[in-house]
Each structure stands twice: as C-alpha cells, then as structure tokens.
C-alpha cells in the first residue's frame, strides 16, 4: 500500500473532538513526488518532502487563523490500513493524527 492519496483525519487525540473539521473535513494528501497538503480546524499546509514506500518525512509551510506558520511532520501506515503521523509546528504544538484512505465520488 502506497501512502500517496488524499487521507480524511478521523482522531486528533490532542483537540476537542470537533475541531479538526472546524472549517472543513479534515485531511492530508501526498503526492508520489512527496509534496502535498493539509487542512484541519483552521490550519493549512502545503507539504514538501519525500515518500518512501509506507513512510513520509515532510517540512510544510502555511496559516493558523491567517498567521504564517510553518514545521515538520511525518506519517506512517499502520497494518490495518490507517495512517498515523504528527504535524509538528516550529517552535510550537505538534498535532498527532490518525487517518483513514478518504473515498469519495468526488475525488
């Protein structure tokens, strides 16, 4: 299983319950050439990095309610098929996640 696609973030353990999809459903999506994306309560994220088979290792710039903001994180898939990674903020929160392959007719 590659990890490239577009992934919905199910559980952030650290927030309350709704806020990763304050502003929209809440997601990350790998390109196979390591770029990307993000969106969870009222962060985004472009992704820059390096997949490697279930891994990826990513830095990503983006907003936090209209501030610039930038860090690292990484994801990994788990044998059930789920991912789970970390989206770390310099000098800041880092935001543990878990995600499922998002499946939509519109994707």
Do not use: L
């Not at 985004?44 to 610039?68: K, L, P, R, Y």
């Not at 990484?74 to 098929?81: R, T």
């Not at 990674?85 to 000098?91: A, K, L, M």
């Amino acid at each position: 299983m590659s990890i490239a696609g577009r992934w919905r973030i199910v559980e952030m353990p650290d927030y309350v319950e709704d806020y990763a999809d304050m502003m929209e459903p809440a997601y990350i999506e790998f390109a196979a050439d390591g770029s990307g994306e993000f969106a969870f309560g009222c962060v985004t994220g472009q992704i820059f990095g390096g997949a490697d088979g279930n891994h990826v290792a990513f830095s990503w710039q983006g907003n936090d309610e209209m501030d610039e903001v930038q860090g690292d994180g990484w994801a990994e898939i788990q044998q059930d098929g789920s991912i789970t990674g970390q989206i770390c903020f310099h000098n800041g929160d880092e935001a543990d996640f878990i995600a499922r392959k998002w499946i939509s007719s519109t994707a």
